[in-house]
């Protein structure tokens, strides 16, 4: 059974960082993408960041250059380092992860909390 775990998430300042952990567990074949969204009340859930297989990197334009995605495949945990968070970054984080058949794993959600 595969599971997604997110930690990390929490209260912070505006200026402030986090660290988001996604671990993931039980067999995942053929992976295309792994990515993290969010989804702050009464909007749709949104894509922050994703890293393809082969490590291509996308981010969405709000955050470009002050979050930054990455993967520890020995660890299979996916992480993202979100640095000067502005309130409007307040939402629930997900992890996703997508097979190359477009089937979607989710993890329950982390939430972050930014205070002005």
């Known amino acids: 059974q595969v599971q997604l775990v997110e930690s990390g998430g929490g209260l912070v300042q505006a200026g402030g960082s986090l660290r988001l952990s996604c671990a993931a567990s039980g067999s995942i074949f053929s992976v295309n993408v792994r990515g993290w969204y969010r989804q702050a009340p009464g909007k749709q859930r949104e894509l922050v960041a994703a890293i393809s297989s082969g490590g291509e990197i996308n981010y969405a334009d709000s955050v470009k250059g002050r979050f930054t995605i990455s993967r520890d495949n020995a660890r299979r945990t996916l992480y993202l380092q979100m640095n000067n968070l502005k309130p409007e970054d307040t939402a629930v984080y997900y992890c996703?992860?997508?097979?190359?058949?477009?089937?979607?794993?989710w993890g329950q959600g982390t939430q972050v909390t930014v205070s002005s």
């Open positions: 996703n992860v997508r097979t190359q058949f477009r089937y979607d794993y």
